[in-house]
Antibody
Framework: EVQLVESGGVVVQPGGSLRLSCAAS????????MHWVRQAPGKGLEWVSL????????YYADSVKGRFTISRDNSKNSLYLQMNSLRAEDTALYYC?????????????WGKGTTVTVSS | EIVLTQSPATLSLSPGERATLSCRAS??????LAWYQQKPGQAPRLLIY???NRATGIPARFSGSGSGTDFTLTISSLEPEDFAVYYC????????FGQGTRLEIK
């Protein structure tokens, strides 16, 4: 079964840092680009970041550029999101999602998400 | 940034009826548009990609059309499980989502 499981979401103070993880199984992880997408409480979807199959290319939404870093470890079938200088507006459910190809920018498998709350 | 505007915000229909959801882009996205379904408490599910291609396992009652700036998701005959929020997403320039259309039971 194709599965993505996110972890690492917690309550953090403004200005703090956090690292999210996503464990992938059931597919050949290093064949696909991977994404992070977030959803603020009661709001719509916001794409956050993308990493190519080999980690050689990364892309970010303007809202997180310079603060967040996406990475992957293909030997561990894992995706990560390092989040620094967190703001209240970063509060959201963070989804890990699989690209349909290598950088198609469409997402066909999603995890259940992990919740990040930025609050003092 | 390309802005996607979905209409209506809420659509109230009955099972068996036809649903037509709209997504308009602030500039041309060619055919680089997808549709997702999200049910309460669940992750989104890819329905349509490249404007008109159904994703794996998606029933034939879901269809997509359009190109350029105007796109439509049609559900030919609503099933009870189709009531959800639907998002469009473009990948022509960066990635952006529309604000969603809530499809509710009338």
């Amino acid at each position: 079964e194709v599965q993505l499981v996110e972890s690492g979401g917690v309550v953090v103070q403004p200005g703090g840092s956090l690292r999210l993880s996503c464990a992938a199984s059931g597919f050949t992880f290093d064949d696909y680009a991977m994404h992070w997408v977030r959803q603020a409480p009661g709001k719509g979807l916001e794409w956050v970041s993308l990493i190519s199959w080999d980690g050689g290319s990364t892309y970010y939404a303007d809202s997180v550029k310079g603060r967040f870093t996406i990475s992957r470890d293909n030997s561990k079938n894992s995706l990560y999101l390092q989040m620094n200088s967190l703001r209240a507006e970063d509060t959201a459910l963070y989804y890990c999602a699989k690209d349909t190809d290598n950088v198609s920018y469409y997402m066909d498998v999603w995890g259940k998400g992990t919740t990040v709350t930025v609050s003092s | 940034e390309i802005v996607l505007t979905q209409s209506p915000a809420t659509l109230s229909l009955s099972p068996g009826e036809r649903a037509t959801l709209s997504c308009r882009a602030s500039q041309s996205v060619s055919s680089y548009l997808a549709w997702y379904q999200q049910k309460p408490g669940q992750a989104p599910r890819l329905l349509i990609y490249d404007a008109s291609n159904r994703a794996t396992g998606i029933p034939a009652r879901f269809s997509g059309s359009g190109s350029g700036t105007d796109f439509t998701l049609t559900i030919s005959s609503l099933e009870p499980e189709d009531f959800a929020v639907y998002y469009c997403q473009q990948r022509s320039t960066g990635v952006t989502f529309g604000q969603g259309t809530r499809l509710e039971i009338k």
